[in-house]
Nanobody
Framework: QVRLVESGGGLVQPGGSLRLSCAAS????????MGWYRQAPGKQRELVAT???????NYADSVKGRFTISRDNAKNTVYLQMNSLKPEDTAVYYC????????WGQGTQVTVSS
Protein backbone atom coordinates (compact mmCIF):
# COMPACT_ATOMS: atom_id res chain seq x y z
CA GLN A 1 0.00 0.00 0.00
CA VAL A 2 1.39 3.35 -1.03
CA ARG A 3 1.66 6.01 1.65
CA LEU A 4 2.63 9.63 1.05
CA VAL A 5 3.36 11.92 4.00
CA GLU A 6 3.92 15.60 3.35
CA SER A 7 5.48 18.01 5.86
CA GLY A 8 7.20 21.35 6.17
CA GLY A 9 4.37 23.77 5.54
CA GLY A 10 3.57 26.78 7.67
CA LEU A 11 2.90 30.50 7.78
CA VAL A 12 5.46 32.69 6.05
CA GLN A 13 5.64 36.32 5.02
CA PRO A 14 5.75 37.31 1.36
CA GLY A 15 9.28 36.92 0.07
CA GLY A 16 10.03 34.15 2.53
CA SER A 17 11.05 30.54 1.98
CA LEU A 18 9.88 27.09 2.96
CA ARG A 19 11.11 23.59 2.23
CA LEU A 20 8.51 20.87 1.88
CA SER A 21 9.22 17.16 2.22
CA CYS A 22 7.27 14.14 1.07
CA ALA A 23 8.16 10.70 2.36
CA ALA A 24 6.88 7.82 0.26
CA SER A 25 6.52 4.19 1.30
CA UNK A 26 5.14 1.06 -0.31
CA UNK A 27 6.71 1.75 -3.70
CA UNK A 28 10.02 1.29 -5.48
CA UNK A 29 10.57 5.02 -5.21
CA UNK A 30 13.57 5.53 -7.53
CA UNK A 31 11.74 4.36 -10.67
CA UNK A 32 8.89 6.85 -10.42
CA UNK A 33 8.60 10.36 -11.74
CA MET A 34 7.26 12.44 -8.86
CA GLY A 35 5.32 15.65 -8.66
CA TRP A 36 4.30 18.36 -6.25
CA TYR A 37 0.75 19.61 -6.54
CA ARG A 38 -1.19 22.33 -4.77
CA GLN A 39 -4.81 23.19 -4.19
CA ALA A 40 -5.91 26.64 -3.19
CA PRO A 41 -9.34 27.28 -1.65
CA GLY A 42 -12.04 27.12 -4.29
CA LYS A 43 -9.64 26.02 -7.01
CA GLN A 44 -8.71 22.75 -8.65
CA ARG A 45 -5.56 20.92 -7.71
CA GLU A 46 -2.68 21.87 -10.01
CA LEU A 47 0.69 20.35 -10.78
CA VAL A 48 3.51 22.75 -9.94
CA ALA A 49 6.72 20.73 -10.31
CA THR A 50 7.89 17.32 -11.48
CA UNK A 51 11.10 15.35 -11.31
CA UNK A 52 11.74 12.16 -13.22
CA UNK A 53 13.79 9.16 -12.20
CA UNK A 54 16.88 10.67 -13.82
CA UNK A 55 16.51 13.97 -12.01
CA UNK A 56 15.15 16.08 -14.85
CA UNK A 57 12.71 18.71 -13.65
CA ASN A 58 9.81 20.75 -14.97
CA TYR A 59 7.86 23.61 -13.44
CA ALA A 60 4.62 25.44 -13.90
CA ASP A 61 5.18 28.93 -15.23
CA SER A 62 3.77 30.39 -12.02
CA VAL A 63 6.62 28.96 -9.92
CA LYS A 64 9.49 28.79 -12.40
CA GLY A 65 12.61 30.42 -11.03
CA ARG A 66 11.27 30.39 -7.46
CA PHE A 67 10.65 26.71 -6.65
CA THR A 68 13.09 23.81 -6.89
CA ILE A 69 12.09 20.16 -6.77
CA SER A 70 14.62 17.52 -5.77
CA ARG A 71 14.68 13.94 -4.59
CA ASP A 72 16.70 11.66 -2.33
CA ASN A 73 16.16 8.10 -3.51
CA ALA A 74 18.00 6.67 -0.49
CA LYS A 75 15.38 8.28 1.76
CA ASN A 76 12.38 7.74 -0.54
CA THR A 77 11.76 11.46 -0.24
CA VAL A 78 10.97 14.29 -2.63
CA TYR A 79 11.47 17.93 -1.67
CA LEU A 80 10.16 21.28 -2.79
CA GLN A 81 12.26 24.33 -1.96
CA MET A 82 10.07 27.40 -2.26
CA ASN A 83 11.68 30.84 -2.35
CA SER A 84 10.30 34.33 -2.94
CA LEU A 85 6.90 33.15 -1.81
CA LYS A 86 3.84 35.15 -2.82
CA PRO A 87 0.34 35.28 -1.32
CA GLU A 88 -0.94 33.43 -4.39
CA ASP A 89 1.23 30.46 -3.41
CA THR A 90 -1.10 29.88 -0.45
CA ALA A 91 -2.50 26.37 -0.79
CA VAL A 92 -2.37 22.84 0.52
CA TYR A 93 0.61 21.13 -1.09
CA TYR A 94 0.64 17.44 -1.98
CA CYS A 95 3.03 15.03 -3.60
CA UNK A 96 2.18 12.11 -5.86
CA UNK A 97 3.53 10.42 -8.92
CA UNK A 98 3.63 12.62 -12.02
CA UNK A 99 0.49 10.83 -13.20
CA UNK A 100 -1.17 11.16 -9.79
CA UNK A 101 -1.76 7.43 -9.67
CA UNK A 102 -1.82 6.96 -5.90
CA UNK A 103 -4.18 7.96 -3.12
CA TRP A 104 -3.49 11.47 -1.89
CA GLY A 105 -1.84 12.10 1.44
CA GLN A 106 -3.02 14.68 3.94
CA GLY A 107 -0.99 17.46 2.36
CA THR A 108 0.76 20.31 4.10
CA GLN A 109 -0.68 23.82 4.40
CA VAL A 110 1.37 26.73 3.11
CA THR A 111 0.09 30.20 3.98
CA VAL A 112 1.85 33.28 2.65
CA SER A 113 0.64 36.37 4.41
CA SER A 114 1.93 39.47 6.15
Amino acid sequence: QVRLVESGGGLVQPGGSLRLSCAASGIIFPIYAMGWYRQAPGKQRELVATINSGGSTNYADSVKGRFTISRDNAKNTVYLQMNSLKPEDTAVYYCNSRSAQWAWGQGTQVTVSS
